[in-house]
DNA sequence: TCTGGGGTCCTAGGACCC
DNA sequence: TCTGGGGTCCTAGGACCC
């Protein structure tokens, strides 16, 4: 029996989100902002269809955006995960083995049916995921993830194929790997492709048939490794169990630049906070610690933009590594400067399955104050119940004008239907 | 007069992804 | 006035070891 691999992804993911919860903005186009309401990172299809970019600066296109009556919303991660997580668990159900890749996309491995044919199950599955969900899939399907990813991005791009196609059924691939501008192939980015096109190598078929030594001496084993998965070979293992993290990190802009200490205490704590129970919910334990914050004005490098410290023994203990980058929030404070940003990263992470036990010190984690704090913001909310360092009022908190409410998250925010 | 070869580990920085 | 946040992998170079 032949295998294929799929890559399926939610299209607009975000703003296919706010459009689903909310029937009065379908069908319009809608923008989703990112944090701090800088700039746009989602356009539903009816904005991309006025043109409006990816990246762009709000502050630069707000007042067009408004002229051109588009709907904007700031980023509301709460109902994007919620809804990621109901995306996945379908696509669990009509896949063998599923590997969840990003927010909004997956690889799938299928079984190849004896007729080779894989069109039906795509499109039931797409129409499954719209009747469910209200959000419009697209899926692609080849040998390697590579060429899942180029056939992902032909079933986006053609409308005759319906937001589904299968690479391997076509007899002329090359015809469609030549349609692929080598700035879409997966894994090459900015830098690489302008080396490409330099060297008149410009579509993926072009890159899949130059010299592979050209490539390696360019780009290293990540290049070649491309360039194989494009010719049919495995060389981006499928791996269903995500590795553990090596590191996690937790950082905002403010809403605007703060002078105090006592703010930047607050802001501190709050990333803390959540990055102790990031660590919580991974089952990990950090034993490095770094605070950095960035100041409007340039410092000189005798200024500390980052401090760190070792976590001993290693944990995940919001008191325990909030004590330690409050002191390391002091030792980077400096009052004659404005800071814009700041964030904590733990690194060195160890699986607390693993964890060396201390000979002669009793742990102080409060294993079941802990839990019972993650379940509760789980089950109410974020921030349900929290630590005072991070401050009541948050007067610093990034921009968030125009958040559309927790709807499937959040028993006081479900939309409520009028008949 | 002359000064090896091979290895590991760590870190910083680059490039890429979503 | 105003331009996000969170990751991974790879490579090169330095320090150190025998």
């Given at each position: 029996?032949?295998?294929?691999?799929?890559?399926?992804?939610?299209?607009n993911?975000?703003?296919?989100c706010e459009q689903?919860?909310?029937?009065?903005?379908?069908?319009?186009?809608?923008?989703?902002?990112?944090?701090?309401?800088?700039c746009?990172?989602?356009?539903?299809?009816?904005?991309?269809?006025?043109?409006?970019?990816?990246?762009?600066?709000?502050?630069?296109?707000?007042?067009?955006?408004?002229?051109?009556n588009?709907i904007v919303?700031?980023?509301?991660?709460?109902?994007?995960?919620d809804?990621?997580?109901?995306?996945?668990n379908?696509?669990?159900?009509?896949?063998?083995?599923?590997?969840?890749?990003?927010?909004?996309e997956?690889?799938?491995?299928?079984?190849?049916?004896?007729?080779?044919?894989?069109?039906?199950?795509?499109?039931?599955?797409?129409?499954?995921?719209?009747?469910?969900?209200?959000?419009?899939?697209?899926?692609?399907?080849?040998?390697?993830?590579?060429?899942?990813?180029?056939?992902?991005?032909?079933?986006?791009?053609v409308?005759?194929?319906c937001?589904?196609?299968?690479?391997?059924?076509?007899?002329d691939k090359?015809?469609?790997?030549?349609k692929?501008?080598?700035?879409?192939?997966?894994?090459?980015?900015?830098?690489?492709?302008?080396?490409?096109r330099?060297?008149?190598?410009?579509?993926?078929?072009?890159?899949?048939?130059?010299?592979?030594g050209?490539?390696?001496?360019?780009?290293g084993?990540?290049?070649?490794?491309?360039?194989?998965?494009?010719?049919?070979?495995?060389?981006?293992?499928?791996?269903?169990?995500?590795?553990?993290?090596?590191?996690?990190?937790?950082?905002?802009?403010?809403?605007?630049?703060?002078?105090?200490?006592?703010?930047?205490?607050?802001?501190?704590?709050?990333?803390?906070?959540?990055?102790?129970?990031?660590?919580?919910?991974?089952?990990?334990?950090?034993?490095?610690?770094?605070v950095?914050?960035?100041?409007?004005?340039?410092?000189?490098?005798?200024?500390?933009?980052?401090?760190?410290?070792?976590?001993?023994?290693?944990s995940?203990?919001?008191?325990?590594?909030?004590?330690?980058?409050?002191?390391?929030?002091?030792q980077?404070?400096?009052p004659?400067?404005?800071?814009?940003?700041?964030?904590?990263?733990?690194?060195?992470?160890?699986t607390?399955?693993?964890?060396?036990?201390?000979?002669?010190?009793?742990?102080?984690?409060?294993?079941?104050?802990?839990?019972?704090?993650?379940?509760?913001n789980?089950?109410?909310?974020?921030?349900?119940?929290?630590?005072?360092a991070?401050?009541?009022?948050k007067?610093?908190?990034?921009?968030?004008?125009?958040?559309?409410?927790?709807?499937?998250?959040?028993?006081?925010?479900?939309?409520i239907?009028?008949?």
């Amino acid at each position: 029996m032949r295998r294929a691999t799929a890559l399926i992804d939610g299209n607009n993911f975000y703003a296919s989100c706010e459009q689903s919860i909310d029937p009065s903005v379908a069908g319009r186009p809608l923008v989703v902002l990112s944090n701090n309401d800088g700039c746009i990172i989602a356009r539903s299809a009816e904005a991309r269809a006025l043109d409006i970019a990816m990246g762009t600066p709000y502050f630069k296109v707000h007042k067009k955006l408004e002229s051109l009556n588009v709907i904007v919303r700031s980023s509301n991660y709460a109902l994007y995960a919620d809804m990621s997580k109901r995306l996945m668990n379908i696509l669990r159900t009509s896949s063998e083995q599923l590997e969840v890749y990003s927010i909004d996309e997956a690889f799938a491995l299928l079984k190849r049916p004896s007729n080779g044919n894989l069109r039906p199950w795509a499109h039931q599955l797409r129409a499954q995921v719209y009747r469910s969900l209200g959000i419009p899939i697209a899926i692609g399907i080849g040998e390697t993830k590579c060429q899942a990813k180029l056939a992902n991005h032909a079933a986006k791009s053609v409308a005759s194929l319906c937001g589904a196609f299968d690479l391997s059924a076509e007899t002329d691939k090359d015809s469609w790997l030549e349609k692929v501008a080598i700035e879409d192939v997966w894994g090459i980015g900015q830098k690489l492709s302008k080396w490409c096109r330099l060297h008149n190598i410009n579509t993926a078929r072009q890159f899949r048939d130059m010299p592979s030594g050209k490539i390696l001496s360019k780009y290293g084993i990540k290049g070649l490794r491309i360039q194989r998965e494009l010719l049919g070979y495995e060389c981006i293992p499928f791996t269903q169990k995500p590795l553990p993290k090596k590191e996690m990190c937790v950082s905002r802009s403010f809403c605007r630049p703060i002078h105090q200490l006592s703010e930047l205490r607050q802001a501190v704590a709050s990333h803390v906070i959540r990055g102790g129970e990031k660590l919580r919910q991974h089952s990990q334990v950090a034993s490095t610690l770094t605070v950095f914050a960035r100041t409007r004005e340039l410092r000189p490098s005798s200024c500390k933009q980052a401090v760190t410290t070792q976590i001993n023994p290693p944990s995940n203990d919001t008191s325990v590594l909030l004590d330690a980058a409050l002191l390391l929030t002091e030792q980077i404070f400096d009052p004659s400067y404005a800071f814009i940003k700041a964030g904590v990263l733990m690194q060195n992470l160890d699986t607390t399955k693993f964890m060396q036990q201390q000979l002669f010190s009793v742990p102080k984690t409060n294993e079941r104050l802990l839990s019972t704090i993650d379940e509760l913001n789980s089950q109410y909310g974020q921030n349900t119940i929290t630590w005072a360092a991070s401050g009541l009022e948050k007067p610093w908190e990034m921009r968030r004008n125009r958040l559309s409410p927790a709807a499937t998250s959040r028993f006081k925010e479900i939309p409520i239907a009028h008949a």
